[in-house]
């Protein structure tokens, strides 16, 4: 029994040398990991604010220029005129017209096939 009591305390003794480096040890680290998310951060903002910067002036050079470039084709209803017979004298060589129609609609916004005299209609891409 005495060998163990011989030996708790030099355990004990041992130990307690040991626990002030360690708890500072715990600070340090502590604090090294927070500085490391923060700089991980920081990158990634910088990375994502960068790559923004750059598609914004050098990404969508070609779907500007063609929106800009191309003008719509309109036309103005007249008397007798419905979707579909526009969507007949508008459409592409070999385009369902249903499709044409469903474009013409969706276009201007229109909830039903009812059209009034005089009303313009933007038409998309056909001849």
Avoid: C
């Avoid at 130990?15 to 991980?40: C, D, E, M, W």
């Avoid at 910067?53 to 929106?67: H, I, K, P, R, V």
């Avoid at 070999?94 to 009303?119: A, H, P």
């Amino acid at each position: 029994m005495v060998q163990n009591v011989q030996v708790l305390n030099r355990y004990n003794r041992s130990n307690t040398q040991y626990a002030p480096q360690r708890a500072g040890l715990y600070r340090k680290n502590r604090g090294r990991t927070l500085r490391r998310f923060v700089i991980i951060g920081l990158l990634m903002l910088a990375l994502l604010s960068v790559s923004g910067l750059a598609s914004a002036f050098l990404g969508n050079e070609d779907a500007y220029a063609s929106t800009a470039s191309a003008k719509r084709a309109t036309v103005y209803v007249e008397q007798g005129d419905t979707l579909w017979s526009i969507a007949q004298d508008h459409a592409a060589k070999g385009e369902d017209v249903r499709d044409y129609v469903y474009s013409i609609k969706k276009l201007n916004g229109l909830n039903n096939t009812k059209l009034q005299v005089g009303q313009k209609l933007i038409l998309p891409p056909g001849k």
